[in-house]
């Protein structure tokens, strides 16, 4: 079974720093995507950043990039320029890439709340 | 386009009873995935329906049903409420092997 690993609960970065938010996965699957998602109060999970496992080149959006290291698992989140509506639960999940007729099921981490200090 | 929406927001419930909670996926979108978030911790999967058929079921009980209807929309079922069950019912829809849009969840809390 695959499982994601989050091991930072709670982090926190000044104003207009950068901040890393770390996650580790585990599965035997060659081809699959790896998601971060923002949750903030309001419930609503967002999407910030996909990457698919196949492509080699780093998913950047706007102040959002990962670090992917496929031979480590290793899937970490970077925060440029942090901002006050950065401050949420983040969380990372996993997803087959294919599934036949099988389900596409997300399997998430415990998440890491992200507070932003002005 | 309107995103997903939940019914109904919140809601309280007692032990024992059922309850009912309505998702309507993104126009165009023909699955709809059903996943239960507890205070403190990341979604956990509890059905998925594309084309009205169910492709995949978590690690719930039986007293955890779903149905996907015609117009893709969808209904989860829980009977026999436990306080354990309460917990935030978040929607995502998706085409099949795409990428996922959630809902704001309902509120479900058993006293």
């Known amino acids: 079974a695959q499982t994601v690993t989050q091991s930072q609960p709670e982090m926190s970065v000044q104003e207009a720093e950068t901040v890393t938010l770390s996650c580790t996965y585990d599965?035997?699957?060659?081809?699959?995507?790896l998601f971060w998602y923002k949750q903030p109060p309001s419930r609503q999970m967002i999407l910030v950043i996909r990457?698919?496992?196949?492509?080699?080149q780093n998913a950047t959006e706007n102040r959002f990039s990962v670090n992917f290291q496929k031979a480590a698992k290793s899937f970490s989140l970077k925060i440029s320029d942090s901002q006050l509506g950065d401050a949420a639960m983040y969380f990372c999940?996993?997803?087959?890439?294919?599934?036949?007729?099988?389900?596409?099921?997300?399997?998430f981490g415990k998440g890491t709340k992200l507070s932003v200090i002005p | 386009d309107a995103g997903v929406t939940q019914s109904p927001t919140h809601l309280i419930k007692t032990r024992g009873q059922q309850v009912t909670l309505r998702c309507s996926p993104i126009?165009?979108?023909?699955?709809v995935s059903w996943y239960q978030q507890v205070l403190g911790q990341g979604p956990q999967f509890i059905f998925q329906?594309?084309?009205?058929?169910?492709?995949g079921r978590g690690n719930f009980p039986d007293r955890f049903s779903a149905r996907q209807f015609p117009n893709y929309s969808s209904e989860l079922n829980v009977n026999a409420l436990l306080l354990g069950d309460s917990a935030l019912y978040l929607c995502?829809?998706?085409?099949?092997?795409?990428?996922?849009?959630f809902g704001s969840g309902t509120r479900l809390t058993v006293v």
């Open positions: 995502a829809s998706s085409n099949i092997q795409g990428g996922y849009t």
């Open positions: 599965t035997s699957e060659s081809d699959y995507y």
């Open positions: 990457q698919e496992a196949y492509k080699q």
């Open positions: 999940a996993y997803r087959f890439a294919y599934s036949g007729a099988g389900s596409y099921q997300l399997t």
């Open positions: 126009s165009g979108h023909k699955s």
């Open positions: 329906y594309y084309e009205k058929e169910e492709r």
